[in-house]
């Protein structure tokens, strides 16, 4: 904040009297010529209170800002003011801040200010919209005398920056950590036993279990059937290619469909390296831009975390043949490769299935797109007037070609996850720990 001498301005307060006044005056001056000095004397009157109730309200000395260095995308954070003056009696005060839009809409952000004792404090929550860093570059503070009449105003320049990771609040949660401390979930605590490659013990058969684990020599012992159970296999590879294409940075709920993925991706993430296998991330849109190694150690999520935090909201269109061929390039073993990306262009999508089918014949491949409520909304609406109806008949068509989209998919052996945002996180996880059982990945 720049200190000096502040500004004097009048307030609503001074502005509402004098519009008051003006008619006033003007009819004194029409009845009463001789009396028509009232009308200036009244205005110098109002202008001379102004400046005294702005004199009264005092003189900055201090104005700290308290700025959060790190948070989350759509996670909740307060900004705070700590503002002390000298020589004065203030009736009101508010700072207004100038920021980057992804930390408040119009990059605009105001606090109410309270006295507290000889200073005056606020503070203001609020919920950025996309990962990146934030800069807080202005701030303008106001403060208004005792008659509410005049204000002093200052505006200075702030150099304060908020970075803006990644949402990793699921792996924060009570239910994750209860999940992954359950002593029935062994394949993350310890081991699973399920159709793996590696024998580990024999069970009493059940049905819907594959006729083919039935282990004959050990049930001709006993009087019931008992079948073959196998280990798991660990250290399989996990990789997670984010579309940051256009369309994965359009946003659902207040925010980009490209960041509710990434949440959804790390917290699949961190319940495969508890469980021993290796997790890396990938993202590109008309050419890779992100490749990490394999990250092979929970300890080390915090890597996963920051890659994702470096993946940009691009406008174009992704080219999935340069990106897919590329990541299919590094890798040599085979993989569970989680692809996660939205549709709105028939040829782009098309071009999306040619690539992925080349992945298909040595990799396992997951598909993950969120399903557009939107469209759903739009497509079940009762047709009131021929807008609505067009906009349904629109919706409805696009309803059709994302569901061709995922049964092509379905067909080449993909497996498609679909889900509102909400549910992403848990369908993924799902997912993953069932093509994990199947021993499909080794």
């Known amino acids: 904040m720049r200190r000096g001498i502040a500004p004097i301005v009048p307030t609503v307060r001074a502005a509402v009297l004098l519009v008051l006044a003006a008619p006033v005056a003007l009819v004194i001056g029409a009845t009463r ?109 106001r403060w208004t005398g005792p008659l509410g009449l005049g204000a002093r105003q200052l505006e200075g320049d702030v150099d304060e920056a908020v970075r803006v990771w990644p949402n990793i609040a699921a792996v924060r949660s009570p239910a994750l950590q209860t999940f992954l401390k359950d002593a029935q979930f062994g394949l993350i605590a310890r081991r699973i036993r399920g159709e793996g490659t590696q024998f580990e013990a024999l069970a009493e058969y059940e049905p819907g279990m594959d006729r083919r684990r039935i282990d004959w020599k050990a049930s001709a012992k006993h009087v019931h059937l008992y079948a073959k159970e196998y280990e798991t296999e660990r250290n399989n590879q996990i990789v997670f290619a984010f579309d940051c294409g256009q369309a994965m940075c359009e946003p659902i709920q207040g925010m980009p469909r490209l960041d509710r993925a990434v949440s959804a991706a790390l917290a699949t993430a961190y319940v495969a390296l508890r469980g021993g296998d290796r997790a890396s991330l990938f993202g590109f849109a008309g050419h890779p831009e992100v490749q990490t190694p394999f990250i092979a150690a929970s300890g080390e999520f915090y890597r996963l975390q920051r890659a994702a935090a470096e993946l940009e909201y691009r406008t174009e269109e992704p080219n999935f043949t340069l990106a897919l061929a590329t990541l299919a390039g590094r890798l040599q073993r085979r993989s569970l ?106």
């Not at 839009?101 to 200073?119: I, K």
């Not at 996660?340 to 990799?363: Q, Y």
């Not at 797109?369 to 696009?398: F, G, I, K, Q, Y």
């Open 337 to 442: 490769i989680v692809v996660f990306s939205d549709f709105s262009d028939p040829t782009n999508a098309e071009l999306m299935i040619e690539s992925i089918s080349r992945l298909v014949a040595r990799h396992v491949v997951l598909f993950v797109t969120m399903a557009d409520d939107e469209l759903e909304t739009m497509s079940a609406a009762a047709p009131d007037d021929l807008e609505t109806l067009s906009e349904a008949v629109s919706a409805d068509l696009l309803l059709r070609q994302r569901a061709l989209v995922t049964g092509r998919l379905r067909q080449i052996g993909v497996d498609v996850v679909e889900a509102p945002f909400d549910r992403i996180g848990t369908r993924l996880l799902d997912a993953y720990l069932s093509i994990k059982r199947s021993g499909a990945i080794g």
């Open 33 to 141: 010529p001789d009396a028509w000095v009232i009308a200036p004397f009244a205005g110098l009157v109002l202008l001379a209170l102004v400046m005294i109730d702005a004199l009264l309200a005092g003189r900055l000395e201090d104005l700290r800002l308290a700025v959060p260095g790190d948070i989350e995308v759509g996670a909740s954070e307060a900004m705070g003011a700590h503002v002390r003056l000298s020589g004065g009696r203030p009736s009101a005060m508010q700072l207004a801040l100038a920021c980057d839009p992804r930390l408040a809409p119009g990059g605009r952000m105001t606090l109410d200010l309270q006295r507290q004792t000889d200073d005056w404090q606020g503070s203001a929550r609020f919920s950025a919209t996309r990962r990146g860093t934030g800069q807080v570059s202005c701030t303008w503070l």
